[in-house]
């Protein structure tokens, strides 16, 4: 048997992280391989990066080209790995991410462990994980060991730690149907679902040596996914890759002008790509809705909800609906007149809360929920943390709030679909 490894390369818009990728193969001391860069239409500056390399006859390239609307679908990078799995030539297989380098002993050692073990499948080695800041700074690394054999690789052993051989690809096509599992619900666990299937037929074998060092960017996908609900909570500021900052509203993600930076700035919820292109492109706003405004010269303040202006009605009424003075901004006077008036935010005697403003959070009873569209919605502290950092929750009683609906909570997906997996996780 040979020793030539087929390694695969998914790439998504990260120029500078992809040149790294691709140099730190070329750099391998084990020369016998061929490498798959496996882009998902990234921008032109990423494609340049790809081209640079294309001399190189042991690198090919293809891009999917794969249109927006269907970028959710799938867990894209499985699906770009089974494109090129049936191209693989190698008598082993190895996964790259572009934010992540082989160390240049990577592919030696790991063939190596091959020879020394023909009875393995797969062998799996320590990571170093740095994350880094907006600037590309590290703030802080830890390590994924590896010194115990795994019969259980799913959730431990990262998609870049891994060489397998291709033989095995066959068998678990058979048992299967494919190599990698690339429905939409594992995004971020697509490798982890992938080593279940090859756990069924080996264990991973340990190398106890850093092999590579992946990098945790503000945007990647872990982050941005993490404590994301299922649905993204209309009246957010987001911002994806690109770094634009968009204001969503029911199903449209509208751009908003640098005139509300100062809104925008300290609660922008990075979110990844593939949530922010489900929403179609609008238009950019005069203003955005949940904001607080007024005129220049008089003192009447405004909240905006749901395209009207609602005159906070009393000092009293500002605060108890957990309002800061900081967050108003002055506008037009036309500005404001264009807007139709809703009926006032008000803080009756009685305490009764009887047409709230919308999207502020409450805390009724030790739970935190969401006042939306005219409902409240329980929301966990984990996704609040997220999306509303800079608002102190309202307290109130449900005997207060009885005349409206209880809705569909905001919970962070992940928890239910590795609850529905049923494995353990250390
Ligand atoms: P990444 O954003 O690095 O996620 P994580 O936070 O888990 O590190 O993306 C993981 C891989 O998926 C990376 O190789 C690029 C690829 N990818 C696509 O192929 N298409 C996409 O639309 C996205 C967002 C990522
Ligand atoms: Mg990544």
Not at 126 to 151: C, I, P, W
Not at 155 to 182: A, N, P, T
Not at 341 to 350: A, L, N, Q, W
Request: overall charge neutral; charged content about 25%.
């Amino acid at each position: 048997m040979g020793d030539k490894v087929s390694i695969i390369l998914t790439s998504y818009n990260k120029p500078d992280y992809l040149q790294k990728a691709i140099e730190s193969v070329i750099n391998q001391t084990h020369s016998n391989w061929e490498l798959f860069v496996m882009d998902d239409h990234s921008n032109e500056e990423t494609t340049a990066v790809i081209h640079k390399y294309l001399y190189d006859h042991r690198i090919h390239y293809k891009n999917s080209f794969v249109h927006p609307q269907h970028r959710l679908k799938t867990t894209r990078y499985a699906t770009l790995i089974n494109d090129a799995l049936p191209y693989a030539t190698g008598d082993y297989i190895s996964y790259l991410t572009d934010d992540t380098v082989y160390h240049p002993n990577r592919l030696s050692r790991m063939v190596q462990t091959f020879l020394c073990h023909p009875e393995a499948q797969a062998v799996y080695s320590k990571q170093k994980v740095v994350h880094v800041n907006e600037r590309g700074e590290e703030m802080s690394h830890f390590y994924r060991n590896a010194n115990t054999v795994l019969d259980q690789a799913a959730f431990q052993v990262d998609h870049c730690s891994v060489m397998h051989r291709r033989l095995l690809l066959d068998r678990i096509k058979d048992k299967y149907g494919s190599y990698w599992d690339d429905d939409m619900k594992h995004w971020n666990h697509g490798d982890s679902i992938f080593w279940l299937r090859v756990n069924t037929f080996a264990p991973f074998l340990p190398i106890n040596e850093v092999l590579d060092t992946t990098y945790k960017t503000p945007n990647s996908f872990q982050n941005a996914f993490q404590f994301l609900p299922a649905d993204l909570i209309d009246g957010t500021f987001v911002k994806g890759s690109d770094q634009h900052v968009y204001f969503l509203d029911q199903g449209v993600r509208h751009p908003v002008g640098e005139r509300w930076r100062s809104v925008y700035l300290d609660r922008t919820v990075i979110i990844p790509d593939p949530y922010l292109f489900q929403y179609h492109m609008g238009k950019c706003l005069n203003i955005p809705n949940y904001v607080l405004v007024k005129e220049a010269d008089r003192p009447a303040v405004f909240y905006i909800d749901a395209g009207k202006k609602r005159r906070i009605e009393s000092q009293h009424a500002f605060q108890f609906y957990q309002f800061k003075r900081k967050d108003i901004l002055t506008i037009d006077k036309e500005v404001l007149e264009s807007l139709p008036e809703g009926p006032p935010i008000t803080r009756e005697r009685s305490g009764v809360i009887a047409n709230p403003p919308g999207r502020r959070l409450f805390f009724i009873e030790r739970e935190r929920f969401l006042f939306l569209h005219g409902v409240f919605h329980p929301i966990s502290e984990q996704v609040v943390r997220k999306f509303f950092l800079q608002q102190k929750p309202i307290p109130a009683s449900f005997r207060n709030i009885q005349q409206f609906p209880i809705g569909k909570p905001f919970y962070p997906v992940y928890d239910e679909i590795i609850k529905n997996l049923n494995i353990a996780i250390e």
